[in-house]
């Protein structure tokens, strides 16, 4: 089936040269370029042309699972017809087994199952291994290894109307490719006998097979609903997939037990020659209950921890991943790519080093080790044609886009010209939007009245029924700030890393429909949100030198107010730099602000250039520099810029979130003990400030429990 784009839109003149220049790149066996784009500028739009034009199955990689929730919606409204599906990590929460040898504490692996996450998932990898016209919508997690495909595949049976099957030989296929019969819940990869009539309720569907038999032969086979038994579809056969993608069979257990058990035999034989005995007697118990529980069940909890024995796999050989499940001519986008390669390369470092401390300490084997995701340079030779899809590209894609690498945004303050990328270095800008909307005016806030401010505008965008973000650099500041407003009779919320990624959906949808007006956000909406309601938006802390406020992040900031036509964007700093000499107060400035746009075209700065960090220079020197060919381009072809409302849609993914009144007693220990391994590893990534927030969240929890 051919993928079909349904869309009352057609590509801009803009946008319509860059879809052709990427369909040339793509033609012409080049297997690395990127899109170099302003925020609405309907860049999923080109992406969806791209893909129409292409006709091959498509890979989109986002950096978290609400940009991915996001860009699912728009590829499941462009192509009805096809199959669009979201792929990211299942867990509703999960702690990760770990060892923190400073304080000998032990902490098992923990997780909650998000079901219907879980049967996205499925759905994804089933459609990828029975057609072609298939987009996969996924989190940067698709990196990590799910299991041996093939033998996934060799697990799927058929089930034919017609035919004869008994149906113990059904049942126990079922059992082996770990489905359960339900006995009172009857939910995804169960299924339940009512005299002659098999349901099953596939991990990859929200509807049950229904197979009704005459004797030992098949006399028809239905798709309803579980509930109301509305029948959805008369089948003549279908296929039964397995419950989880870390099925496995009895032979190839059989086959690897041994080669554990030898290994577990060498590391025991290592704590004996280093006298060790409580890693050699904790190391045996662990690993020969798993061997007992795999043998019996087919199955344990933390089997992937001997992925490498069951996918047959060497020491250095990568673990199979979704990728995996494409054709060898896929597609592939990577969305936000400065922040998605970014996170595809340090996954592998961070998860070794971890495992690490556990073989060490005799809690794993050292094959749990290659239960692993991929590294950068594996997951490099698994890409096919790339296409990455930045406003701010960093320093990789702009390697492996250009010819001349060294030229793309040299902005140097002592010369009058900035220079854009050209189709020749493969780095495509698509900076017109269709709207004609401007890059916003940016003007500059003293911090020392930061809060009389941000209320003043907030009353301001009331009044028209617009929405306001303000972006803090802390968890704990946007809380208190949070808290403040609310006092003073502001309908504001909060929103961090801390807060529910479901829940973050819901957050965006009420400010949207106007239940509440503000948001207080941390790192969170800089990219690919859709929020035509946003006309303003607060930077605090704009002069901070760090990730959150650095050239990239100042500019992705500034760009989520890029739907309405009466936006603006402030940014409050305690001073400003005079250049090379002295610091002067920022209250003290003019009211021109002019100066913003002719900083790089100046050739003197001296007394009367004012020059704040070099972040934000680049930042307001980029915006300004775009809103001058944006002007220029719609004067040129007669457009007035012009807000446009989007749909507001409903979340699709289902939570497994409790009722308050359900919820059970809050455990303080457990939380210290979360949270303390989550600032021993900060520290041991050298991530020191998030460390540091961290250590102060544990002395305030510790303070309020002795309360």
């Known amino acids: 089936m051919e993928f079909k784009l349904k869309s009352k839109y057609s590509p801009s003149p803009d946008q319509q040269k860059a879809i052709d220049e990427i369909i040339k790149n793509i033609e012409n066996w080049k297997d690395f370029q990127t899109l170099w784009w302003v925020t609405w500028s309907w860049k999923t739009f080109t992406m969806a042309n791209v893909i129409q034009k292409i006709q091959k199955p498509t890979l ?186 870390t099925v496995t069979t009895k032979e190839v257990l059989n086959n690897a037990v041994p080669q554990i058990k030898k290994e577990l035999d060498e590391r025991l034989k290592y704590f004996q020659k280093t006298w060790d005995v409580l890693k050699y007697e904790r190391l045996k118990a662990k690993v020969e209950y798993d061997i007992e529980m795999m043998l019996e069940v087919g199955y344990v909890n933390w089997i992937e921890n001997y992925s490498r024995f069951l996918d047959w796999r060497e020491v250095w050989q990568a673990p199979n991943t979704l990728i995996d499940c494409f054709p060898k001519d896929f597609l592939t986008f990577v969305d936000e790519s400065h922040m998605s390669f970014g996170q595809i390369g340090w996954m592998y470092a961070w ?13 794993r084997l050292p094959s749990a080790l290659d239960n692993r995701p991929l590294k950068f340079d594996e997951f490099e030779g698994k890409m096919n044609k790339v296409i990455a899809v930045s406003a701010t590209p960093a320093k990789y894609e702009i390697e492996k886009s250009s010819t001349f690498p060294e030229k793309f945004f040299n902005y140097d303050p002592k010369k009058d010209w900035v220079w854009a990328p050209s189709f020749e270095n493969r780095i495509i800008p698509q900076i017109m939007r269709p709207t004609g909307l401007l890059d916003p005016e940016i003007e500059l806030k003293p911090m020392e009245f930061m809060v ?15 929405r306001l973000l303000v972006t803090t650099v802390t968890k704990r500041s946007s809380e208190e700030l949070t808290e403040y407003l609310l006092e003073n009779g502001v309908k504001v919320k ?32 800089r990219e690919w949100l859709d929020l035509p309601e946003v006309s303003k938006i607060c930077i605090l802390d704009a002069d901070k030198q760090w990730f959150l406020r650095s050239e990239s992040s100042l500019i992705q900031i500034i760009g989520r107010a890029a739907r309405n036509q009466n936006w603006k964007v402030y940014m409050y700093c305690e001073k400003v730099q005079l250049w090379g000499e002295k610091w002067i107060d920022l209250k003290k400035l003019t009211k021109e602000y002019d100066w913003l746009y002719r900083l790089d075209k100046a050739k003197l700065l001296n007394s009367e250039w004012f020059v704040i960090s070099e972040a934000m220079r680049k930042a307001i020197n980029m915006t300004y520099y775009r809103r001058e060919l944006q002007e220029k381009y719609n004067k040129e072809n007669w457009i007035t810029p012009k807000t446009v409302f989007s749909e507001i849609k409903d979340i699709w993914i289902k939570t497994n979130k409790k009722d308050d009144s359900k919820e059970e007693k809050y455990s303080v220990e457990k939380d210290l003990k979360r949270l303390e391994l989550e600032m021993d590893i900060a520290a041991s990534n050298l991530e020191f400030e998030k460390a540091a927030e961290l250590r102060d969240l544990i002395i305030e929890l510790k303070r309020w429990n002795k309360k």
């Open 60 to 245: 989109i990689i986002a950096h978290n699972k609400t940009l991915a929730a996001q860009l699912a919606l728009e590829f499941k409204e462009f192509f009805p017809e096809n199959s669009v599906h979201y792929f990211v990590s299942y867990y509703d929460y999960y702690q990760p087994e770990a060892y923190v040898a400073k304080t000998d504490t032990y902490i098992e692996k923990e997780a909650t199952i998000n079901e219907e996450i879980d049967r996205l998932r499925h759905a994804a990898t089933q459609d990828l291994l029975m057609r072609r016209d298939v987009i996969i919508v996924a989190s940067v997690s698709c990196i990590y290894g799910i299991w041996d495909i093939s033998s996934y595949a060799e697990q799927i049976f058929s089930l034919e109307v017609w035919k004869e099957y008994k149906i113990e030989d059904i049942l126990k296929k079922l059992i082996s490719v770990q489905y359960k019969r339900a006995w009172a819940d009857f939910k995804s990869w169960n299924f339940q006998i009512l005299w002659d009539i098999l349901e099953i309720f596939p991990a990859s569907s929200e509807f049950v097979y229904t197979i009704e038999f005459w004797w030992d032969e098949i006399s028809q086979i239905t798709l309803r609903n579980h509930l109301t038994w509305e029948i959805y579809e008369y089948l003549q056969k279908v296929d039964i997939f397995p419950a989880k993608h």
């Open 351 to 363: 998860d070794r080093s971890r495992k690490e401390n556990l073989v060490e300490n005799g809690f």
């Open 452 to 466: 009389d401010d941000i209320m003043k505008n907030i009353s301001e965008v009331v009044e028209k029924k617009e």
């Open 494 to 525: 909060y929103l961090h890393s801390e807060v529910d990624t479901l829940d973050r959906l819901e957050i965006l949808k009420e400010l949207r429909l106007g239940k509440i007006d503000v948001i207080v956000w941390v790192n969170l909406l």
